[in-house]
């Protein structure tokens, strides 16, 4: 998922996500990527690679009695946040143009259509209207699913 990888990472990166000790990392991965990055990398869901990622602040296991903090980062807080020092007045909450502005990424309509086939669209990406509504919701969801504290209301279909 490059392009949902990237706007991704802007996010989760903006709010400082903490690494895991380097004896917490699983088999194949190097001591200096984080548990995200790698399972960025792999095309993992942070919240399967990263145990505990559902539980902010909790410890919990991760191999052979090593044990790693993991977190939820908030993604709401991070963009309000990032908003509130831009210059443009962006509405983040509701549209996927402003996301990927706020974060600094394209967001020509070429570039709305890769994120769409990066996550798998299958309507009319000539219906942009319909695919930006899908696209902001999809994300919010996908953020959620890789470690993302993000408002219910937010991914409602």
């Known amino acids: 998922m490059g392009m949902f990888s990237n706007l991704m990472n802007k996010i989760f990166h903006?709010?400082?996500v903490a690494e895991a000790p380097p004896d917490a990392f699983k088999p194949g991965v190097s001591p200096t990527e984080s548990?995200?990055?790698a399972a960025q990398r792999q095309g993992v869901p942070v919240a399967q690679a990263v145990?505990?990622?559902g539980m902010a602040g909790t410890a919990a296991p991760a191999m052979a009695g090593t044990t790693a903090t993991a977190q939820h980062v908030d993604v709401a807080a991070i963009?309000?946040?990032m908003a509130a020092k831009n210059a443009e007045k962006l509405d983040w909450k509701h549209s996927i143009v402003d996301l990927m502005k706020l974060v600094g990424m394209d967001s020509s309509l070429s570039?709305?259509?890769e994120l769409a086939d990066?996550?798998?669209?299958t309507g009319d990406k000539n219906d942009s209207a319909a695919m930006n509504m899908w696209l902001h919701k999809e994300v919010m969801k996908k953020l959620a699913e890789n470690g993302g504290k993000v408002p219910a209301d937010l991914m409602a279909h």
């Open 14 to 16: 903006a709010g400082g």
């Open 35 to 37: 548990r995200v990055e």
């Open 51 to 53: 145990p505990g990622a």
């Open 79 to 81: 963009l309000d946040g």
């Open 111 to 113: 570039a709305r259509r």
């Open 118 to 121: 990066d996550l798998h669209y």
